[in-house]
DNA sequence: TAGCAATGTCAACAAGGCTGACATAAAACG
DNA sequence: CGTTTTATGTCAGCCTTGTTGACATTGCTA
């Protein structure tokens, strides 16, 4: 089944993995897996009363240690307010520190706290052990496969920011 | 770099696609890439005054014409109480027909007009442009393993309903 | 007939987006 | 030096979309 004579050929060839059934799947699939992604992270946060916007932010303070707020902002896509909400309790809560530029002192850097590196483990723990055994069990190629088209699906300015975090990885 | 030894061997094998670096950088991805397959869609929701549950219910009414309530509450995982509130003005801007049942009376089967019809085109159409410009360039290698590792990342309640409608494509 | 199933609805609440407006401090510029 | 821009924070209010709990209706089923 579907696998019919697709019928979207371009330049006369015949791309299967093309086909309107096909792209479904696709978007299907991405939909019912974005749910499992973030499944086992969701239930840690809220047994601690915090969401998903806090993991995000956690993840990208993580991920460059003394990043500025506007830095952050850029790479989450969202605006000052927002973040703002999220960042306040993760400072309140010490989970976060938030310290004076030396260079140019209207500038915040972020910083995970001892404290916050504890729960990033724990979350990043939980995320991680599904990630990878998605991976392991499908494999080397699959994974490569996987990367290709996420990147591809990724808006230009998205995928600038994605490759400038993985190059520079500290 | 990010090529060192990885030093996440299993069974003695060294992984390379399984390092702490390579997990993030899926993880990452997957933040990513999702912005972007929902970003099309988004735009021409937000013109009508509807949002991402809207696109959703849309979809899965598309794709499984005449699905009750019970069905689709349990493919999307939401609340009746979420769900109601959608279908509820995707059926007063006649979008969406609720038809009582047949056989059983107390369902209601779910179908979208020629007026719902022309949205889900329009929002299908700008998502799979997308899609396919991502899938064409990466590949049907990369396609099928972008698929694989989706799968494997789903929760297994997930995969079941993912596979149930990818089998009975109409 | 009693009980369960499918649906709808009301109310209230929370997270996390958004906009707009305003304040402050520091850098940058002319 | 004075002006403007930048980085950040904050207040207020709005929207969507998720949640729980309670309750009503209808109709299937044992």
């Known amino acids: ?13 015949t791309l299967l993995f093309l086909t309107d059934e096909q792209l479904r799947k696709g978007i299907e699939a991405m939909f019912f897996a974005y749910k ?16 998903r916007a806090h993991h995000r932010a956690i993840h990208f303070i993580h991920r ?9 902002l850029a790479i989450l896509g969202v605006t000052k307010q927002s973040l703002n ?18 260079r140019d002192k209207r500038e915040r850097h972020l910083f995970l706290t001892d404290k916050g590196l504890v729960l ?29 088209v996420l990147e591809a699906m990724m808006d230009p300015e ?5 490759q400038r975090l ?4 500290r």
């Open 1 to 13: 089944m579907a696998q019919g004579p697709g019928g979207n050929g371009q330049h006369g060839e």
């Open 36 to 51: 499992g992604f973030t499944s086992d992270p969701d239930r840690i946060l809220e047994e601690r009363g915090y969401g």
């Open 64 to 72: 460059s240690h003394g990043t500025t707020v506007n830095n952050l």
């Open 85 to 102: 909400r999220v960042l306040r309790t993760l400072i309140e809560d010490e989970l976060v520190e938030s310290r004076v530029g030396t």
């Open 120 to 148: 990033e483990r724990e979350l990043s723990d939980a995320q991680q052990a599904r990630v990878r055994d998605a991976f392991r069990s499908a494999g080397p190629g699959a994974v490569a496969g996987f990367r290709t």
């Open 158 to 162: 998205m995928r600038r920011r994605y």
């Open 166 to 169: 993985t190059e520079n990885s």
